[in-house]
């Protein structure tokens, strides 16, 4: 069923106790100072909806897609509100209400949200063509050319801040089916997500090789499914549902000791199946067992007892802060375990980020629905950085990595972007231990 405000289960509602604690976590309150841009004014707005006081107008969905979705307020409310809900609720109820029209909004959500996003194959030979574009030369003629001031306003601000796609996609990268050197003694099923996989392959790569190393036999689909995150929070839970279906079908959580994913953003939404699948009698135990065996791979090798690298990932002696993705701190409440990783390296000095857990303005696509408070949101996290005078910072969310990357770009900084567990993988091979891969192609 398709949630809608007047729907919800009403207690998730009445939870806020107006005490306000939320308001100096949140970032638009932060900007505005005005309660309609905090998290208490918008879960007001929300009840005033679900009483039937107030429609699905314009001006709710703008102040809706003005949230971040950050979940700051989520951790600072010391009565338990489920923000999370309410906030894809709400955005669902715009969708349903046809409350942000616009021919080229529609268009654009049919293309991504209702076709590459439902279809990894053609997102691939999306990703495929625009590697192309970017590799052949053609980009930069076109932005010599001046032919990119023909595209509408969204795109436009887009195009410069297309991230480069891999040279090869994670099913180039990793086999279906990956043991470790000694007789395996967990089974875990790897996420490739789909940013991830087009931009970020090696990212996965360093995960398959993390966690051969510490003792666990990979499966890892080479082709699969969204999880469904962006339609969630872009109010489709109608796709989010069937991509949570499919995902089930495809790594049934019996099969495996955890299911594991090394995107913030995505780990969030995956470990909300339950939940999502509420309502559909076929799928509802199967999802709440998938949820008890999806683990964000911080939190996975924490469990294990991650093995201490014995080299370290640089060649010499380097200093790195720490950006905690929203949907990892805020959304799964992991924040100690990638200090804990980065901690094990060699030759690595962690110095802490001030406001590590303050939004970096990434967001989804906030970037484009929202530019001048993301781009100001970008330059205080870069800010932040700079004052660190590190010369690396982690963080495990792709979006975030986009971000805070073009941020320390535009900057002229100088300063690197990484995975925690790339640093663990180049740390591991530093070592000459990672066990050659026994592949099989079936799992
Ligand atoms: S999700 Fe973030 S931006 Fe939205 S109300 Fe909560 S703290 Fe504010
Ligand atoms: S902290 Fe929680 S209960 Fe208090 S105003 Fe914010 S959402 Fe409501």
Same mark, same amino acid.
């Given at each position: ?5 007047? &729907? ?7 939870? #806020? ?24 004014? /918008? ?14 107008? /314009? ?11 950050? +979940? ?31 021919? $080229? ?5 049919? *293309? ?6 439902? !279809? ?10 625009? !590697? ?11 932005? /010599? ?27 180039? +990268? ?10 395996? /003694? ?12 087009? *931009?970020?392959?090696? %990212? ?11 003792? #666990? ?21 109608? !796709? ?26 995505? $780990? ?38 991650? !093995? ?20 990892? *701190? ?54 932040? %950085? +700079?004052? &660190? ?24 900084? $100088? ?7 790339? +640093? ?20």
């Amino acid at each position: 069923m398709t949630a809608t405000l007047r &729907t919800l289960d009403y207690a998730v509602l009445q939870q #806020c106790m107006h005490c306000g604690m939320c308001l100096p976590t949140c970032p638009t309150y932060d900007a505005t100072t005005r309660e309609r841009n905090s998290p208490r004014g /918008r879960i007001a707005l929300m009840r005033a909806v679900a009483d039937g006081d107030l429609a699905v107008t /314009r001006e709710f969905a703008e102040e809706m897609s003005y949230c971040l979705g950050c +979940l700051a307020c989520q951790t600072a409310c010391p009565a338990g509100v489920n923000y999370a809900e309410l906030f894809e609720t709400a955005r669902s109820d715009i969708e349903i209400q046809q409350a942000l029209p616009g021919a $080229g909004r529609a268009f654009w959500r049919a *293309v991504t949200l209702g076709f590459l996003f439902m !279809r990894p194959r053609a997102l691939r030979a999306a990703g495929s063509l625009l !590697r192309v574009y970017q590799r052949t030369g053609l980009q930069a003629l076109v932005r /010599r050319s001046g032919l990119i001031r023909l595209l509408p306003d969204s795109l436009r601000r887009l195009e410069p801040q297309t991230p480069r796609i891999a040279p090869a996609f994670s099913n180039a +990268l990793i086999a279906a089916h990956e043991e470790p050197r000694e007789p395996a /003694r967990h089974r875990v099923a790897l996420l490739t997500g789909c940013i991830q996989d087009l *931009v970020f392959s090696d %990212v996965n790569r360093d995960t398959a090789d993390v966690l051969l190393a510490n003792g #666990c036999a990979v499966f890892t689909p080479p082709v699969q499914p969204c999880c469904g995150s962006l339609h969630a929070h872009n109010g489709d839970s109608g !796709r989010a549902q069937q991509l949570a279906r499919r995902m089930i079908d495809l790594l049934p959580p019996d099969r495996y000791d955890a299911i594991v994913t090394n995107a913030g953003g995505c $780990g969030s939404h995956l470990r909300r199946y339950g939940p999502l699948l509420e309502g559909d009698p076929r799928y509802r135990d199967r999802a709440h067992a998938w949820d008890a065996k999806v683990r964000d791979i911080h939190e996975w090798l924490a469990a294990i007892d991650c !093995r201490a690298p014995a080299a370290a990932p640089f060649a010499d002696p380097a200093t790195l802060t720490y950006h905690e993705s929203c949907h990892l *701190v805020h959304g799964q409440k992991i924040s100690k375990q990638p200090r804990a990783l980065l901690r094990l390296l060699p030759g690595v000095r962690l110095v802490e980020l001030p406001e590590s857990t303050w939004c970096c303005g990434s967001a989804g696509i906030y970037a484009i629905t929202q530019p001048e408070q993301a781009d100001a949101l970008l330059r205080r996290k870069t800010g932040h %950085v +700079l004052s &660190t005078a590190a010369a690396w910072v982690a963080t495990a969310n792709p979006g975030c990595h986009l971000q805070i990357a073009r941020g320390l770009d535009a900057a002229g900084a $100088g300063v690197g972007v990484v995975h925690p567990i790339s +640093l663990l993988a180049q740390a591991y091979r530093n070592e000459s231990l990672i066990a050659t891969p026994v592949t099989s192609p079936n799992h």
